[in-house]
């Protein structure tokens, strides 16, 4: 039962005692948008710095929603100085008429009414994103202010309300010959962990959306630093995969483009073919990021599958190979966007994060085989290249399942197989045990010698690890560094029913796996490569919260007896001036290059104990921008990692 709910655990009717204290008036009715002030997690996800922006989207939805319905061609972001955001578009305006059953406004029953809205009215949307209804007014009901006004019929209304509740009836103020809509709400600090909006957040979701939109054109303007973004596509999917795609080697000249309806199911697809040996779909219905797939993404790979093995079959291209080629093998190296509009959605889960619809899959297998069909007939050469990276994908496949069957056979051959290298914890409770990855042996050693034996373990790493970006997945195998993870951690990468290779974490030996580097550019250079791994190869780990960063101090400040670790340049700054007052040359200040010029009490005070340590916890806010930076960063493509460099560096020599 949701954790959520209150009346779980309850005993059996007749079981246990009477309850003196438990009567009628301690059953709470809570009444119009209360429900969503006492459990805002239910219906945003979460009060950190996700849900804040979720706020955003929710009321960027219903802007979207009239682009849909073909009535709103702009849409402008907001952020105000203090942290509030206002959305206007010039839709046709939320009505403002009496609604008769409820005896008020309807922008009002909009604003302060659950399932409320015209998106379940197929004649007023007939493809909408937000479909509970639930979307303007929780954002009302967790603002501690908020004012709607609305343009249409030649007028101007507003009204305002706090924490949800309306502070005066809705008013005309003015004439007006313009349309549409605008919300300007605070976000309450009663209920959200941080106030304070990332303005590259709202630009990367602004960015998606005007690709998903053809036409639409998007605006982003922060008042905080004068910074202002427009976002504005007429090519949609095939410049969202070009863009997508932007750090890579294109393996064939031109994305493969559907763009079709069927069964009142709009089906857009870009996908474009590059030399990586990664897969990477991503999909929408109605504007959603369907994270989880669904049945949309089941029928873009049927087809995929389907047609490339009967053209390759067909032109005998697969008689020489003796192994069996699997749809992943027709996947590797492909990123593709999967986008559909359905008028009647059904969501697996509360997050919408998987299609339901059984109809989707064959809409979408029959429209793209279609296309796809005509494209190989049509593009004999480039075909071919796809063909030839197929067979090699299905060579290295078999490969990898080689030297993994060969690295598994060894560990049980040798009985734990964990690696001589590992000085492990104590501890055989995984939620309990931590793991450090530390750059190089010196720095091992002192870790080993200050850590707490009980919980913690290390595993020293030599040199820079394999950049996995640029090596096929056998050879990771070979790597000495990359095994000793493997074994240490205790996941394997198996394939399932379908031949698609998964992490099984089942047997995962630590909750914590910290990756402890020096401070300099090797270090930061070494915690990539591991990140990189990680965000390739095991994912489910970054996705569960099991890794993380150290964050060793730069400095130590001291001056006599006082002494202090500054994490930063700001820190050191203001703590010599803090032990120096007006003699700042009495104050010593150490730099630390590396964990090795630490001994180990001092490693373990600033960088183990749990107690005073700082950890940086690996998430992944957006896997389509992670997957395109680590593609720049780790990959062959020169130009766009000098871009990157020029750009977010604050000091780099870039001709060096």
């Given amino acids: 039962m949701n954790k959520d709910n209150e009346l779980q655990d309850l005993p059996e009717v007749g079981e246990g005692k009477p309850n003196s204290d438990y009567g009628a008036d301690n059953i709470q009715a ?20 996700k849900g804040l922006h979720h706020l955003v989207w929710e009321v960027v939805d219903n802007s979207i929603d009239e682009h849909l319905a073909g009535h709103c061609t702009h849409i402008d972001v907001v952020i105000h100085p203090n942290n509030s955001i206002s959305v206007s578009d010039n839709g046709r305006g939320i009505p403002t008429g009496m609604h008769h059953k409820l005896q008020k406004s309807a922008l009002e029953v909009v604003m302060t009414v659950l399932h409320a809205g015209g998106k379940f009215d197929k004649n007023t949307y007939k493809v909408s994103g937000g479909l509970h209804g639930v979307g303007v007014s929780c954002v009302n009901a967790l603002s501690s202010h908020l004012t709607v006004e609305v343009e249409r019929d030649g007028k101007k209304f507003i009204q305002e309300y706090s924490k949800g509740k309306p502070l005066y009836d809705v008013k005309m103020v003015g004439d007006s010959d313009r349309h549409g809509t605008k919300v300007t709400f605070q976000p309450d600090g009663e209920i959200f962990e941080t106030l304070i909006y990332e303005d590259d957040i709202l630009a990367r979701r602004l960015r998606e959306l005007s690709f998903l939109n053809k036409g639409l054109h998007l605006k982003l303007t922060d008042e905080r630093n004068g910074k202002i973004e427009e976002f504005h596509s007429e090519g949609g999917l095939l ?20 763009s079709t309806r069927k069964d009142d199911i709009e089906v857009e697809v870009a996908m474009q073919y590059n030399t990586t040996y990664q897969e990477n779909i991503y999909s929408y219905v109605n504007n959603i990021n369907t994270r989880e797939g669904g049945t949309h993404v089941k029928g873009f790979r049927m087809a995929v599958s389907r047609v490339f093995k009967q053209y390759g079959d067909d032109e005998g291209m697969f008689k020489k190979f003796k192994e069996e080629i699997s749809g992943e093998d027709f996947r590797e190296g492909l990123t593709s966007i999967v986008s559909v509009k359905v008028p009647e959605p059904q969501f697996k889960g509360q997050t919408k994060g998987e299609l339901g619809n059984s109809e989707v899959t064959s809409v979408v297998s029959q429209c793209v ?34 030297a993994r069957e060969m690295v598994q056979r060894k560990n049980v051959l040798t009985g734990s197989g964990l690696p001589g290298k590992l000085a492990d914890c104590s501890s055989k409770d995984p939620a309990a045990s931590e793991i450090f990855l530390v750059e190089g042996d010196s720095a091992g050693g002192t870790a080993k010698q200050g850590r707490d034996r009980h919980i913690q373990a290390i595993l020293p790493l030599r040199g ?9 997945e056998h050879k990771i195998y070979e790597n000495e560094e990359i095994k000793n993870m493997f074994t240490a951690l205790g996941v394997s990468i198996e394939e399932n029913e379908n031949g698609d290779r998964i992490l099984n974490i089942a047997k995962l030996r630590y909750h914590k796996v910290v990756i402890m580097t020096d401070a300099d550019v090797d270090g930061s250079h070494i915690t990539t490569l591991i990140l990189t791994f990680f965000f390739r190869y095991m994912k489910p780990l970054i996705e569960q919260s099991y890794i993380y960063v150290a964050t060793p101090p730069l400095y130590l400040v001291k001056k006599g007896k006082q002494e202090r670790y500054c994490w930063d340049e700001e820190q050191r700054r203001s703590t010599v001036e803090e032990f120096g007052g007006s003699n700042e040359n009495s104050v010593k200040v ?39 930076v680590f593609s720049m960063l780790m990959g062959d493509e020169v130009p766009p990692r000098r871009q990157f460099i020029e750009e977010n560096a604050k000091y780099a020599n870039v001709d060096a």
Avoid at 464 to 472: F, G, S
């Fill in 239 to 258: 410049e969202f995969v070009k863009y997508l795609d932007s750090t890579k080697q294109s393996l064939i000249e031109n994305p493969i483009y559907v």
């Fill in 590 to 628: 150490q730099r630390y290059k590396g964990l090795g010029e630490m001994n180990a009490e001092q490693l373990w005070e600033t960088t183990m104990d749990p107690e005073r340590r700082i950890l940086r916890q690996v998430a992944i806010e957006d896997a389509m921008e992670a997957d395109r």
């Fill in 369 to 402: 085989g279609d296309v796809l069909k005509a494209f190989l007939e049509e593009n004999p050469r480039e075909a071919k290249k796809i063909m030839e990276k197929v067979i090699l994908a299905a060579t290295a496949r078999h490969a990898a399942r080689k």
């Fill in 464 to 472: 820079k690890i394999l950049n996995v970006e640029k090596a096929m």
């Fill in 30 to 49: 809570l009444e119009g948008l209360e429900a969503v002030r006492k459990r805002p997690g239910m219906y945003i996800g979460s009060t950190d710095t």
